[in-house]
């Protein structure tokens, strides 16, 4: 045999030994997660339908963090309990690498739910002004924490996978937007190692169950709250020509804001004005002195909220005018301190974690999706001065049936916030573990 030729055949003998537990590495990971999920599976659904029945509302999940905090100290992470309020903290080290967050949210919604489900919750929950109120997870939050849990098993069960940190924080009161906020003031990046990204995801109403979504750059809107309260001149209702009536005045204000998006805003720029409350008087005969609204705002551009703010300000004064009441009860109108910025989904990252998700689930299950009017608070994490990457991406959580049905009939499927939303929770948490177990490894492995 030719000596040259020889030596080239051990050449790529060599090469090929040397390279095969990494190339062998590769190709089995998502095997190995598809394995771990698996062997865990009944003990996550067991988790999901506990948290299900035992929903606490924003900035009373004390049960829930306590149970968070206990599944991330047998996996052997640091953790840091009642960090900025409720929330948790948990630190796993690896060897020399990237850092990571991963995020998930706890609170449930003052909702009676009806989804007709054996294990609904019958949750009654005080709220913080004393009243008592039905609690439900009517906004996945309850797939959010076992998937998290998921997530955190794998990694661990795979560290031979992946170098580097592990943050885990399990976070409180998203849905009235305070929980992100109170961790980065109480110190999450400079009490723990500064993340060099930053992932979460939220459940999909609209999306199959064993699918995910994903949208580069500008993905949930930005939010606030608006409390608005309109005066008047009380009186007996037999006598309405004595009065002014709040009543009618704030029925009047309620359609004339929603002029505001239809014909001030741009139509090219995109901006929602809600009432989603309205509350005022004891009883039939009665005409009282005011009448409260409670609105949420959502837009995508500073400039666009800041025009919609003073458009509910010359508004409701107007009306006011109008009726003819004097300066001292022109409506009032607080802003609670429920700021949300919009959540901006890094483009590199997120287009990196999408081919991630490809490899993992199949390319027919990863979707492209447009921007929602939706809003999350986990955008926070990005806008410190430590200028974070995040992505925030979707699951789907229809079943294949209700889906068919769906798209063939044009039934409405229950949305998040509904008393009847019931995901495909086994099939969305297998898929949500994979999905964020895969993106976990491979942002760890470089």
């Known amino acids: 045999m030719n000596m040259n030729r020889y030596r080239s055949i ?5 090469i090929s030994i040397f390279s095969f537990p990494h190339w062998a590495q590769e190709n089995d990971l998502f095997e190995k997660i598809s394995t771990e999920i698996t062997d865990h599976l009944k003990y996550y659904e067991v988790l999901y339908k506990h948290l299900h ?11 829930t963090s306590k149970r968070m905090a206990q599944e991330l100290s047998t996996l052997g992470f640091e953790v840091t309990t009642n960090f900025g309020g409720n929330s948790v903290v948990g630190v796993y080290k690896n060897g020399e690498g990237n850092t990571l967050l991963l995020r998930t949210d706890m609170d449930a919604l003052p909702i009676l739910e009806k989804t007709g489900l054996i294990f609904a919750s019958k949750v009654r929950a005080k709220d913080n002004t004393g009243k008592e109120l039905p609690v439900m997870h009517a906004c996945g939050h309850d797939v959010h924490m076992t998937v998290w849990v998921g997530v955190a098993n794998t990694l661990v069960k795979l560290k031979n996978y992946w170098k580097g940190t592990l943050i885990m924080i399990a ?3 998203e849905e009235k937007s305070g929980g992100a906020n109170a961790m980065i003031d109480a110190g999450l990046f400079t009490k723990f190692p500064v993340p060099d990204y930053g992932l979460a995801f939220h459940v999909n109403p609209s999306l199959e169950s064993g699918t995910v979504g ?5 993905a949930f809107a930005g939010v606030n709250s608006v409390d608005i309260k309109i005066f008047g001149i009380g009186g007996h209702a037999a006598y309405p020509h004595t009065t002014i009536d709040p009543v009618v005045l704030a029925s009047r204000t309620v359609l004339a804001l929603q002029t505001i998006v239809s014909r001030e805003i741009n139509p090219l720029k995109s901006a929602v004005v809600t009432v989603g409350s309205i509350h005022g008087g004891t009883q039939y005969n009665i005409i009282p002195d005011e009448v409260k609204l409670q609105l949420t705002l959502r837009f995508y551009k500073n400039e666009v909220y800041y025009q919609t703010v003073e458009s509910i300000k010359r508004i409701t004064r107007g009306i006011a005018v109008s009726a003819g009441l004097p300066e001292e ?12 910025p919009p959540v901006y989904n890094d483009p590199a990252l997120t287009n990196r974690v999408a081919d991630i998700f490809r490899e993992s689930l199949g390319e027919r299950n990863v979707i492209m999706v447009e921007p929602t009017m939706a809003g999350e608070d986990f955008g926070n994490y990005g806008r410190t001065a430590e200028k974070v990457p995040v992505f925030m991406f979707w699951v789907g959580a229809v079943s294949h049936e ?9 039934i409405d499927l229950p949305p998040l916030h509904s008393p009847k939303f019931a995901p495909d929770y086994l099939k969305t948490i297998k898929t949500g573990i994979k999905a964020m177990s895969s993106a976990a490894i491979r942002l760890l492995a470089h």
């Open 402 to 410: 209700d889906f068919a049905i769906n798209k063939k009939n044009g």
């Open 214 to 218: 994903y949208c580069p750059g500008a």
């Open 329 to 340: 009860k022109y409506p009032e109108i607080f802003f609670p301190d429920q700021f949300t």
């Open 10 to 14: 051990i050449l790529i003998i060599t």
């Open 53 to 63: 029945q035992n929903p606490e509302l924003s900035f009373m999940e004390f049960k």
């Open 171 to 173: 976070q409180q009161a």
